[in-house]
């Protein structure tokens, strides 16, 4: 099976910076896109960023020039810099991964278990 590891997460007041990493380990035929969400009390699970294979990436618009997503292939691993923190910023955040597990299965999603941050006032 594949499995998630989210780390980074904690309590940071604003201004301040996180970064977020999440490893993927286990077995697979390819990984495509990877991207982060983040998930606060009440409210449902939007989409923070994505990156794909070749390196695009998308952000959503209310962190686009504080926030950088970045991927390193070899590690299996998917990274969210999170710089000029707000307390609006205060969610659980995921990271996702698409990936096919062999040649002959479609693409599937996996999700991470969840870090929490915390953006203090």
């Known amino acids: 099976q594949v499995h998630l590891v989210e780390s980074g997460g904690g309590l940071v007041q604003a201004g301040e910076s996180l970064r977020l990493s999440c490893a993927a380990s286990?077995?697979?035929?390819?990984?495509?896109?990877m991207g982060w969400y983040r998930q606060a009390p009440g409210k449902q699970r939007e989409l923070v960023a994505t990156i794909s294979s070749g390196g695009s990436t998308n952000y959503d618009g209310s962190v686009k020039d504080r926030f950088t997503i970045s991927r390193d292939n070899g590690k299996n691993t998917v990274y969210l810099q999170m710089n000029s923190l707000k307390p609006e910023d205060t969610a659980v955040y995921y990271c996702k991964v698409g990936l096919r597990p062999s040649i002959r299965v479609t693409e599937y999603d996996y999700w991470g278990q969840g870090t929490q941050v915390t953006v203090s006032s």
């Open positions: 286990g077995s697979w035929f390819r990984i495509n896109a």
